[in-house]
Nanobody, 124 residues
Framework: QVQLVESGGGLVQAGGSLRLSCAAS????????MGWFRQAPGKEREFVAA????????DYADSVKGRFTISRDNAKNTVYLQMNSLKPEDTAVYYC?????????????????WGQGTQVTVSS
């Protein structure tokens, strides 16, 4: 059984940084896709970033491009999200997602596996 466990969320002031981690267990996603989504209160879950191992392809939402960096450690079956220059509008629950199919996708309905989420709060 596949499990995704996020960590690293918290409270930070605007302009600060946080690093989220997502550790996968049960099966390796070395040939698939791992990504991050977020959901603010009253809003739909939205794509943040994704990483496909094949070709090392990356994709970022325009709202985070240049501020957030996604990376993965295949040996640890872990994906990271380094978040810099955080803004109050980045406040949300951040979810890790994964799928064994090797295709970068922005739709949350495409991903088969999800973590429980970690809260990120950015104060102004």
């Amino acid at each position: 059984q596949v499990q995704l466990v996020e960590s690293g969320g918290g409270l930070v002031q605007a302009g600060g940084s946080l690093r989220l981690s997502c550790a996968a267990s049960g099966r390796t996603f070395s040939s698939g896709v791992m990504g991050w989504f977020r959901q603010a209160p009253g809003k739909e879950r939205e794509f943040v970033a994704a990483f496909s191992r094949s070709g090392g392809r990356l994709d970022y939402a325009d709202s985070v491009k240049g501020r957030f960096t996604i990376s993965r450690d295949n040996a640890k079956n872990t994906v990271y999200l380094q978040m810099n220059s955080l803004k109050p509008e980045d406040t949300a629950v951040y979810y890790c997602a994964a799928d064994f199919r090797n295709s970068l996708q922005r739709s949350p309905t495409w991903y088969s596996y999800w973590g429980q989420g970690t809260q990120v709060t950015v104060s102004s």
